[in-house]
């Protein structure tokens, strides 16, 4: 069962340093679609990343794409190395990126990010105009539907000067 709301106020209790891409920042922007796990895009340092399983060590952090779904216990030093991590906690799904094509790295989407309040919480979302060039990269069914939503909602807030 996916938990978004409680994942993300973890990690920005935590200060874990990320931008909310995906799903769950089309929804941030106002859409209307579906999603069954929460991506963000973060520095891979170990500072960061020994924030990020900190936080999570309660939560039994497993690898999501290993069968069997073994616990992450690798280093912070260790896991600096990887460009993506793919998690599987007590909360629910976490897909934990260095890079978003077409836009780039972890500071090109976070030089970009606009701050919203989430949960009583202020957290970075990846721009409108990234999340739409990401759906469109991206070119899955589901991603055009939403791209098409994220354009409309776009329209909508240039015609109300918002």
């Known amino acids: 069962m996916q938990r978004t709301p409680e994942l993300l106020c973890l990690l920005l209790?935590?200060?874990?340093?990320?931008v909310l891409i995906g799903g769950v920042a089309a929804i941030a922007h106002g859409s209307a679609t579906f999603t069954q796990d929460c991506d963000i895009t973060a520095p891979f340092?170990?500072?960061n990343l020994a924030r990020l399983l900190a936080v999570l060590a309660p939560h039994r952090p497993r690898y999501a794409l290993a069968v069997p779904k073994r616990p992450v216990t690798e280093s912070p030093a260790a896991l600096s190395k990887n460009?993506?991590?793919?998690l599987l906690?007590?909360?629910?799904?976490?897909?934990?990126?260095?890079e978003v094509p077409p836009i780039g790295t972890y500071p090109d989407v976070a030089n970009k990010a606009v701050?919203?309040?989430l949960y009583e919480r202020s957290c970075r979302v990846i721009s409108l105009d990234d999340l739409i060039?990401?759906?469109?990269?991206?070119?899955?069914?589901?991603?055009?539907l939403v791209e098409r939503e994220l354009?409309?909602?776009r329209d909508r807030q240039k015609n109300t000067g918002q």
């Open 13 to 18: 209790d935590a200060g874990v340093e990320f």
């Open 45 to 47: 340092t170990e500072e």
């Open 83 to 86: 460009r993506n991590l793919y």
């Open 89 to 98: 906690t007590d909360l629910g799904r976490l897909d934990i990126l260095s």
């Open 115 to 117: 701050t919203l309040t």
């Open 133 to 144: 060039a990401v759906k469109r990269h991206v070119g899955r069914d589901k991603d055009r």
């Open 151 to 153: 354009l409309a909602l």
